[in-house]
């Protein structure tokens, strides 16, 4: 039984430039969460689809969007890239009942030049 | 609203010495708690929760937590730690009745030395 697979696993983008990660999560989930870990800190959460929509977000710029496809995978992709976008991106997978835990991928690590 | 604070960022022990990660929250309403941990070059992978019922839960590889409602804590326990568990620990909490979203805390290193 796969677990949460991301790709890519590395990515080095520059300032200005626009990215796309992808998520596909575990057999049986059908909520994506996403979440923002920079070097020392825990993760922050950045949005969340179920049902192809986005129902719940933390606080990110709108430069910050995503998507979720009818097979429950989904993108999270970052516009106008800053220096400070560089993280360690991780995508969560859970069933949709409210307390069902999060299942966590190994997440992309994205660089800005 | 909620946040977590762990109360330390490193922790250092020998092998087979017991030790205690601390984590307290901040919540307006009812919260399950979590705990993650997260070894080099990897996601985070749930180590316990509590959902409800028995205050003290426990995990197949011999960690435990307490709830305690009234100091809002869930600190994590380990009798007696290997060099295995040397990792990041997270602790994180979501509010009952959204939709699990997890705020978590900054994080505590474990070392654990030979």
């Known amino acids: 039984d796969a677990g949460v697979t991301q790709s890519p696993t590395h990515l080095i983008k520059t300032r200005g430039q626009q990215v796309t990660l992808r998520c596909s999560p575990k057999s049986g989930h059908d909520t994506v969460s996403w979440y923002q870990q920079a070097l020392g800190q825990g993760p922050q959460f950045i949005f969340q689809?179920?049902?192809?929509?986005?129902?719940q977000r933390g606080n990110f710029p709108d430069r910050f969007s995503g998507h979720q496809f009818p097979n429950y995978s989904s993108e999270l992709n970052v516009n106008a890239l800053l220096l400070g976008d560089s993280a360690l991106y991780l995508c969560a997978s859970s069933r949709g009942d409210g307390n069902q835990p999060q299942h966590f991928g190994d997440g992309t690590r994205l660089s800005i030049l | 609203a909620q946040s977590v604070t762990q109360l330390d960022s490193q922790v250092p022990v020998f092998e087979e010495a017991p030790v205690e990660l601390r984590c307290n929250y901040s919540s307006s309403v009812s919260v399950y708690l979590f705990w993650y941990v997260q070894y080099p070059n990897q996601g985070l992978q749930l180590l316990l929760k509590y959902l409800s019922g028995s205050t003290l839960v426990e995990s197949i590889n011999g960690f435990e937590a307490e709830f305690n409602k009234s100091q809002t804590s869930f600190h994590l326990r380990k009798p007696s730690v290997h060099i295995s568990d040397t990792a990041e620990y997270f602790c994180a909490v979501s509010g009952i009745g959204g939709y699990n979203k997890l705020i978590f805390g900054a994080g505590t290193r474990l070392a654990v030395h030979p």
């Open positions: 689809y179920y049902e192809e929509e986005e129902r």
